[in-house]
């Protein structure tokens, strides 16, 4: 579809008419306001899913110690003012499925998709808005769901997040009945949702291009998600499937994955894992692609190797698909296959590696300007690359023998999640903010709570390393049962000061852009100096992102100290100087 | 051989090979590490934006961007290679048992079966919980399967861990070559009583081990 289609399927829009603060704030179909619904809802996920967090790490360090405090919480998540063993076991759980499902992937593909995609690309809308806004509600259904869970009897779900069967199964296995059953339904709700968005990403980035913005000038940023919403429409059905069995088994008396029915217990980590896979690096390409705007609009430089940051998300999206099996080295499967799924793990180091290399180039011979967004971006790469290094010694499978299943894979899952996503999610949000919100957040602030997370991000999670090599396992509430752990308890109360510092410092998050939203300066339509589409736009933009005629696009999306230009930018939008030179 | 970096000390026979493959990860991570580091922060310190300096236009560079896939993917390749054959002997074939035990995880415990005087598992073979007895420098051979969730049989002083599926058994073999008594815990999330479910390895002398099985055996 040509952009000239598009403004005239969109043009009676750009004519300004007040819709009602129903449709304008709630029941939006607007893109950027869904994108900040996306926001708002996964901001105050978080919160749950970080206070979870800080209940084990009271628990690790206090193990079964009554805190008055903590009768304030629902019966789910203490007993008697104290955590003990079932309510830990929820509380991990439901960390990691709320900042999976519901923080991570609602951030960086519900809210940056929505709101970069048609602004970065030059359209004035998704190509399905009703799909659009119904996908931000069906979500917020499943978010409905799962907090439920909190409240009804036997609590909620308490297998883990990867909720292995047969423990997942039968609810006498794990003492948890309906909150199992809330959290298979919640996420079979959130899958729904999932697939909605990325139905409209895919078709909005194949359509409604701008003029001149051909495939290898969209920005990486817009690269990421796309590939991230390809992941999505393929992979999630799968766990759909899986959880659907899982209810059967559950509720209707079948024996999927019951052996003594005839059931395959491994079935279901084959087809989680099959999702699974898929879904780390649906959480961290999105991450990538910020990062690749911060680091290059920061070092007012092009983004070094531009098509192979490109082909190596590309790779990235295909290999993801024949790693699965190596969260299964250990569990049964046959072992000669662990052989073959370590190969394929190794290489998919290879295009991790690519993409560090070409980020550091973009920093060589550039000009750094160290903001709070360009700080969270550089630790993007800087976490990204301990986390994927560390990815290298669970990928050998006689060394994954030893870690796997302790603390080891937890430092190294935190390092890709929270050190790369969260720290590219973090810098978005400074990046992006003006455009979002129109003001400018606080640098200051920004900075400070930029260097109080970096330094205890790394104090809660570096030692985890140190607790997996001492063979700690994950997932049990009182490391004290171990005699064998013992010596390892001055670490864990160590972590577990630092997690409240790292905690406490999120606030800052918060009060920056609660202030910033109202104090903060106003922003002009282009305050970086970048190149990309969205700052052609005012900030923020109205409905129909461009109050004229949608840009035409002359160039790659990265052209920082051209020659051609005087300025150390020459934006996407800006029309050659000799005319003729114009992009057909 | 890497006590000094927290681990617990190996009495198995494989662990020398499972730590030397750790070790040489870790040295090829330290140094890349190091290398991205110091190029990353020197990069940061050099080019800060300084007024009047402009960054210098560069898109990229092909002969590098074939230099360090290449680089990358052998090492990521031999990697892979080289820990092959230790995966292969630890879980796809090692050498003749001499010992054999059947041994059924099951919520919160490990029930440990010896075979009875005759060798056999019949009736007069005799079942523990949570203690497993073995000689000394001697290979044995265990059964491995779980009774209802999936457990995971790890021994932290033999690198040595396998998942305790329900529906199926799994061969698991090990060697210890020094006495004494080691942890057996869970690894797998198995429920509520997941943590603190834990068994204990005796490594004992022939002689001990003997001994120790005549009075399990007059007892029962």
Not at chain 1, 20 to 28: A, C, G, K, N, Q
Not at chain 1, 231 to 258: E, I, K, M, N, Q
Not at chain 1, 523 to 546: D, I, M
Not at chain 2, 85 to 108: C, D, L, M, N, R
Request: with cysteine; aromatic share 16%; glycine share 8%.
């Amino acid at each position: 579809m040509s952009s000239t289609a598009a403004v005239a399927i969109h043009g009676a829009h750009g004519e300004h008419h007040e819709l009602s603060f129903w449709r304008t704030y709630i029941f939006s179909e607007d893109h950027k306001m869904i994108g900040r619904q996306f926001l708002f809802v996964a901001l105050f996920m978080m919160s749950i899913g970080g206070l979870m967090a800080m209940l084990m790490r009271l628990d690790l360090a206090w193990p079964d110690t009554q805190f008055s405090f903590l009768s304030i919480l629902p019966q789910s998540l203490q007993n008697d003012s104290a955590i003990t063993a079932n309510t830990y076991n929820a509380e991990f759980t439901m960390h990691a499925t709320i900042m999976i499902f519901f923080v991570v992937m609602p951030i960086l593909v519900g809210c940056f998709g929505n709101f970069l995609i048609p602004l970065m690309i030059g359209a004035r809308d998704m190509a399905f808005p009703k799909l659009n806004m119904l996908s931000f509600w069906v979500s917020a259904a499943a978010g409905v769901i799962m907090m439920a869970s909190f409240w009804v009897l036997g609590g909620p779900a308490a297998a883990g997040w990867t909720s292995y069967a047969p423990m997942s199964a039968v609810a006498l296995y794990t003492g948890v009945d309906w909150g199992q059953n809330l959290w298979c339904i919640s996420l079979i709700v959130l899958g729904v949702g999932s697939l909605m968005g990325s139905i409209n990403y895919i078709t909005t980035i194949i359509n409604m291009r701008a003029k001149g913005m051909y495939f290898f000038r969209m920005p990486l940023v817009i690269w990421s998600l796309f590939i991230t919403a390809i992941l999505l429409l393929l992979a999630l059905p799968v766990l759909t499937t899986a959880l659907a069995l899982l209810l059967f088994d559950r509720l209707g008396g079948t024996h999927f994955f019951l052996p003594a029915g005839g059931g395959e217990p491994l079935l279901w980590q084959h087809l989680f894992w099959f999702f699974g896979h898929p879904e780390v690096y649906i959480m961290i390409l999105p991450g990538m692609g910020i990062a690749s705007e911060l680091i290059a609009t920061f070092s007012r430089k092009p983004i070094f190797g531009y098509r192979a940051m490109a082909y190596a998300m590309i790779s990235i999206a295909f290999l993801s698909w024949i790693v699965w099996g190596h969260h299964m080295f250990q569990s049964g499967m046959d072992p000669a296959l662990g052989t073959g799924f370590m190969l394929t793990t190794m290489v998919i180091g290879v295009p991790s590696a690519i993409k560090t290399f070409n980020w550091l180039g973009t920093l060589y011979k550039g000009d750094i300007h160290y903001t709070a967004a360009m700080l969270n971006g550089l630790s993007f790469v800087a976490m990204f690359v301990i986390g994927g290094l560390s990815g290298i010694f669970m990928a050998s499978t006689p060394v994954d023998m030893y870690i796997h299943d302790t603390y080891f894979i937890v430092a190294h899952i935190h390092y890709v999640l929270f050190g790369g996503s969260l720290f590219a999610v973090f810098g978005g949000i400074t990046y992006w903010f003006p455009k979002m919100f129109g003001r400018m957040m606080n640098e200051k602030l920004g900075k400070i709570h930029f260097w109080i997370t970096f330094v205890a991000f790394n104090c809660t999670f570096f030692p985890m390393h140190i607790l997996g090599m001492g063979g700690h396992m994950r997932r049990i509430y009182n490391p004290q049962q171990y005699d064998f752990l013992k010596p390892l308890e001055p670490i864990n109360m160590f972590i577990s000061i630092s997690a409240f510092v790292l905690g406490a410092a999120q606030f800052l998050l918060l009060a920056n852009m609660i202030w910033s939203y109202f104090k903060g300066e106003k922003a002009t339509e282009n305050p970086w100096h970048a190149n990309t589409l969205e700052w052609s736009a005012p900030s923020p933009p109205g409905h129909g992102n461009w109050p004229g005629a949608i840009p035409v696009v002359y160039r790659g999306p990265y052209e920082y100290s051209s020659p051609e230009s005087a300025e150390d930018y020459l934006p996407q939008w800006q029309p050659p100087e000799h005319a003729t030179a114009a992009a057909d | 051989m890497l006590e000094h970096m927290y681990f617990p000390h190996d009495i198995s026979t494989f662990g020398p090979q499972v730590d030397w493959l750790f070790l040489l990860i870790f040295w090829i991570v330290v140094i890349t590490w190091a290398a991205v580091m110091i190029a990353m922060v020197v990069f940061m310190f050099k080019y800060r934006h300084r007024p009047g300096r402009k960054a210098e236009y560069i898109e990229g560079n092909t002969r590098l961007e074939i230099v360090w896939t290449t680089v990358t993917a052998v090492i990521m390749i031999a990697l892979a290679f080289m820990s092959r054959s230790t995966w292969a002997e630890i879980k796809e074939h090692g050498p003749p048992g001499q010992v054999f035990y059947k041994v059924a995880a099951k919520q919160f415990n490990w029930e440990i079966t010896y075979p009875g005087p005759n060798g056999k598992f019949d009736s007069k073979a005799l079942t523990v919980e949570n203690e497993m007895h073995v000689p000394v420098n001697q290979v044995v051979r265990i059964d491995l399967t779980s009774k209802d969730v999936i457990h995971s049989f790890f021994v932290p002083n033999m690198r040595l861990k396998q998942d305790a599926v329900p529906g199926r058994t799994i061969h698991v073999w090990f060697e210890a070559k020094e006495p004494g008594q080691y942890a057996i815990p869970c690894a797998e999330l198995c429920g509520f009583g997941h943590s603190g479910m834990q068994g204990t390895l005796t490594v004992e002398s022939e002689a001990d081990f003997q001994k120790w099985l005549k009075d399990q055996y007059a007892n029962q």
